[in-house]
């Protein structure tokens, strides 16, 4: 600072002090001290602004895949590696992300891991910025998995019991695991509504129907159980909504997919055409069942030639392969004397839609949810990851708890029900024989 402006300052401080001092005085002169404060670094010297150098972010020139090459069992999966450097040789941090050219033989997720699905081999594909590499996974004839046996995901989340019938059966709402891992869903964190509410008993349900179905025809039927509570998980959402972005419930999720996908693809290599069952369950008033061909509950509330009119309806729901197979009109299928809902009610399990109650009329009913967009035939499946129009159809079953879940002989005695049921019905109206020649 110079003399005269040291002269200035002290001239300032008298004069202030001089007078009465209001507010707005020493506020005013505390403010002219600070500006010339600031505007003399180091006694005359240049005030220096500090300068941020840019973030130069790496370009990568090379990605590698390991291993190169690889050969697994049908079921069987190999975790994949992609390494992408830049021009140095060093490894960049990068997002990569992950195809396969076909699918139907090998999928992979977003992580990298590889589930072989059907004999043959596909070209898995990395793609880092404007890079790609690949590499050639072969998929051998050979199970990795043994029909009536327990098979886990990652931290045992999700059971996998390997079938050699063409059924799925799964049961997403029903575990009770309540890792501390894995924060509870909300609908704040999560989108949608987040239900967390347990099916209770329908794990218990799927492994009566398991058990009877084999007692009746010696096969078992392929079953798919998640294991966390509905708290940490939903297997029947899509994300972000199902794992609410935690890392541990997002492997869980794919581990759900890929042994219903393991499921599908012993099906259609060893009958050609299978049937899929996501097993629910209810609290609502009415005692029955609810059959969900994901068809809206004012769909099923129009008359028989309305849903006959035109393909539209049959092209959306969960049956639309069977369907064109069949005789029947497609109204029929779903609720006529030889409807899936009309036989359950038939042996004692009502069901809507059926020939005694084909309409909703405003009563609760869930008509299907994500599971059975995917993992069935309808309009949805190949954008989700399945198959529209493929041979693998199926229906969401939405069970009311008296009667069916409440104790183990009347889940023995719908395992059993359900066994025939699905025995006349496949093979009436697909050709699909469950029982022995």
Not at 57 to 72: F, G, M, R
Not at 138 to 155: L, M, P, W
Not at 308 to 317: G, H, I, K, R
């Amino acid at each position: 600072m110079t003399t005269s402006e040291r002269a200035h300052a002290g001239s300032l401080r008298a004069h202030v002090s001089m007078r009465a001092p209001s507010t707005a005085i020493l506020a005013a002169a505390l403010a002219l001290l600070l500006s010339l404060s600031l505007s003399l670094s180091g006694c005359g010297g240049t005030e220096q602004s500090a300068v941020t150098p840019p973030v130069v972010t790496p370009t990568v020139t090379s990605l590698t895949i390991a291993p190169a090459v690889s050969t697994i069992a049908i079921g069987a999966s190999v975790q994949l590696v992609a390494t992408p450097r830049d021009a140095t040789g060093r490894a960049v941090s990068t997002a990569i992300s992950w195809t396969s050219r076909t699918p139907s033989v090998a999928t992979v997720s977003p992580a990298g891991a590889v589930v072989g699905l059907s004999a043959g081999s596909t070209e898995i594909t990395a793609t880092a910025g404007a890079v790609t590499a690949t590499t050639t996974v072969a998929v051998s004839a050979t199970s990795a998995y043994f029909a009536g046996q327990s098979y886990f995901g990652r931290s045992n989340y999700v059971e996998y019991v390997a079938g050699n019938a063409p059924v799925i059966l799964t049961a997403p709402h029903g575990g009770a695991l309540t890792p501390t891992s894995i924060p509870d869903r909300t609908a704040a964190a999560c989108g949608g509504s987040a239900t967390t509410v347990t099916d209770a008993n329908t794990i218990e349900l799927v492994r009566a129907m398991q058990a009877r179905f084999f007692a009746r025809f010696g096969a078992y039927p392929h079953v798919v159980i998640s294991h966390l509570s509905r708290r940490k998980l939903d297997p029947n959402r899509l994300q972000p909504e199902a794992a609410c972005g935690n890392v541990d419930a997002a492997v869980a999720l794919v581990d759900w997919h890929a042994f219903i996908d393991v499921a599908k693809a012993a099906i259609l290599q060893s009958a050609g055409k299978g049937w899929y069952m996501d097993m629910h369950g209810h609290g609502h008033t009415i005692q029955r069942l609810e059959l969900g061909y994901l068809l809206a509950d004012t769909d099923l509330d129009r008359s028989d030639a309305t849903l006959d009119a035109s393909t539209s309806f049959e092209n959306t729901s969960s049956i639309r392969t069977l369907s064109q197979f069949a005789t029947l009109s497609f109204s029929a299928l779903l609720r006529g004397p030889a409807s899936l809902g009309t036989l359950y009610a038939n042996n004692g399990f009502p069901a809507v839609p059926s020939a005694s109650d084909p309409r909703v009329n405003g009563t609760d009913y869930f008509n299907g949810g994500d599971n059975t967009r995917r993992h069935s035939c309808g309009a949805d499946a190949s954008p989700l990851g399945g198959t529209t129009n493929g041979n693998i159809c199926g229906v969401q079953i939405e069970a009311n708890f008296v009667g069916v879940r409440d104790n183990s002989a009347n889940r023995d005695r719908f395992g059993n029900v359900t066994a025939i049921v699905l025995e006349e019905y496949l093979r009436t109206h697909w050709g699909l024989h469950l029982a022995p020649p």
